[in-house]
């Protein structure tokens, strides 16, 4: 599957934003919990086109394009 077919895929649009959801909630509580100072990071995370933001959101297209490709594996059992 292309990164443009991940784009418009259901399966894979459907688990980007649970992927997204996870991870700021997974965030949040690391720095609330005092595990996590996040100083740095907020500096090179603001949005699509900075430093980490963007790599993390590269990971987790694709890491739901191997979701979507999994589920309908299992889907085809």
């Not at 894979?12 to 997204?20: D, E, N, P, V, Y």
């Not at 509580?29 to 900075?50: M, N, P």
């Not at 963007?54 to 979701?67: N, P, S, W, Y």
């Amino acid at each position: 599957m292309s990164t443009s077919q991940s784009s418009t895929d259901p399966i894979a649009i459907c688990l980007l934003g649970i992927l997204t959801d996870g991870f700021n909630r997974s965030l949040r509580a690391l720095v609330e919990a005092g595990a996590l100072d996040d100083t740095i990071l907020r500096k090179h995370y603001q949005g699509a086109g900075s430093r980490y933001y963007d790599l993390v959101t590269e990971q987790m297209e694709i890491t739901a394009k191997h979701g979507a490709e999994a589920i309908r594996n299992l889907s085809a059992v």
